[in-house]
């Protein structure tokens, strides 16, 4: 099992964002030895096509070899060398396009055409002696080798025999007439190219096989690998879960917020901030034992609650600072801490005096400790901001 540079096994399958990485830098599976047979392939159906043309091939080719009477040698073979280059220029061409698109057509089929930017930048590694060594002795180098020499000895083995097959036709070749030459001579190399064609087919083949599996090596990675993949992609599962936690908890407590307008006529008063927070309050000497918190919220909440309120009777109080302690130390429906006791007991005194007729004085300033001052959004207030 292959191993990354900290010895990790790489036991999982590339992801896809793996996959395209390795294609935004030119990693894709390619295989020399099939276009080799590919090109060999259509150059020898090439060939082929072209034979019965051949005989008029090659008397126009031996024209270039005639020189008429009196004519000046130099100029004569200048113009014929001139006319015998292009004609092999649009036969090089003829076989060469049909070849170098069959290439392209392979390679799209096999790993698909990518332009890699990346694969064309610099890459100190290139250069060093070190990781060159490396991969002069790596086990892609060693598979190359091997490949190399297996596939001159059998190709070889297999022109060795076709050739020797051919010696007969060989020997008439200098009794035959520029044509016929010609004719044999293309025949005995269509043979001579199929047979390689049908080696080479095995050969890239074989090497297409390897060059998958290499290529799916290379980019198997390790447990810890796919899960920093998540992460990034994905984000922090832990991290997720809390915020969907938070959320969570957020719905329910505006869910459980809305569900307690319903009780706040039955506040003993109201405590508002002045605007921003609202808190509803209810407390009956006797029996409760604590201040408790029926209804809560802030914004639109807030503004609901101040306007039930008003219409039930009930008195609002601003203390901007107690409003919102009570807000985040106080669930609805649970009992104030106790720590707000005395700053309640407070505000309550207040309200019962505006209940009995008395004056709206001023707002009675309630003693908090400093951990539960806090500001709109939860957090410690600095210094004396309120």
């Not at 109080?317 to 107690?322: D, F, K, N, Q, S």
Request: net charge negative.
């Amino acid at each position: 099992m292959a191993e990354n540079e900290d010895g990790q096994e790489k036991t999982e399958e590339p992801t896809a964002r793996k996959r395209e990485q390795a294609r935004e830098e030119g990693k894709v599976v390619t295989s020399k030895e099939m276009f080799v047979f590919a090109s060999l392939a259509m150059g020898t159906l090439m060939i082929g096509l072209l034979q019965n043309s051949m005989s008029t091939i090659g008397g126009i080719w031996a024209s270039y070899l005639a020189v008429p009477a009196g004519a000046d040698l130099d100029s004569y073979m200048l113009v014929q060398l001139d006319t015998a280059w292009r004609h092999f220029l649009t036969a090089s061409l003829i076989v060469a396009l049909p070849v170098g698109a069959t290439v392209l057509l392979l390679q799209a089929g096999i790993g698909g055409i990518q332009f890699a930017p990346k694969a064309l930048g610099f890459k100190p590694d290139k250069i060093n002696p070190i990781a060159g060594f490396k991969r002069m002795f790596s086990k892609q180098s060693v598979v190359e080798l091997v490949k190399s020499v297996l596939k001159v000895a059998f190709l070889a083995s297999v022109a060795f025999g076709l050739l020797y097959g051919m010696l007969p036709r060989i020997d008439k070749l200098a009794s035959a007439d520029a044509g016929s030459a010609m004719s044999i001579i293309l025949q005995d190399m269509t043979i001579l190219l199929a047979g390689l064609t049908v080696v080479l087919a095995i050969i890239g083949a074989l090497d297409l096989g390897w060059q998958m599996y290499s290529m799916r090596e290379s980019l198997m990675m390790t447990l810890k690998e796919v899960k920093d993949e998540a992460k990034e992609t994905n984000g922090n599962p832990e991290v997720k879960g809390k915020m969907r936690q938070k959320q969570m908890e957020m719905s329910r407590r505006s869910a459980k917020e809305r569900a307690a307008l319903a009780d706040v006529p039955k506040a003993t008063a109201i405590v508002t901030n002045p605007t921003h927070f609202a808190v509803a309050l209810r407390y009956v000497p006797g029996e409760m034992s604590a201040p408790v918190v029926i209804a809560s919220g802030k914004g639109h909440m807030a503004h609901e609650i101040i306007r039930i309120a008003a219409s039930s009777g009930i008195q609002n109080v601003r203390i901007p600072v107690l409003a919102r302690a009570l807000y985040f130390t106080t669930q609805i429906g649970m009992e104030i801490d106790e720590r707000l006791f005395t700053a309640v007991a407070t505000l309550l005194g207040y309200v019962y005096h505006l209940d009995r007729g008395g004056y709206a004085d001023d707002v009675p300033e309630v003693d908090l400790p400093e951990e539960l001052r806090f500001n709109e959004f939860g957090r410690p207030l600095e210094g004396d901001d309120e």
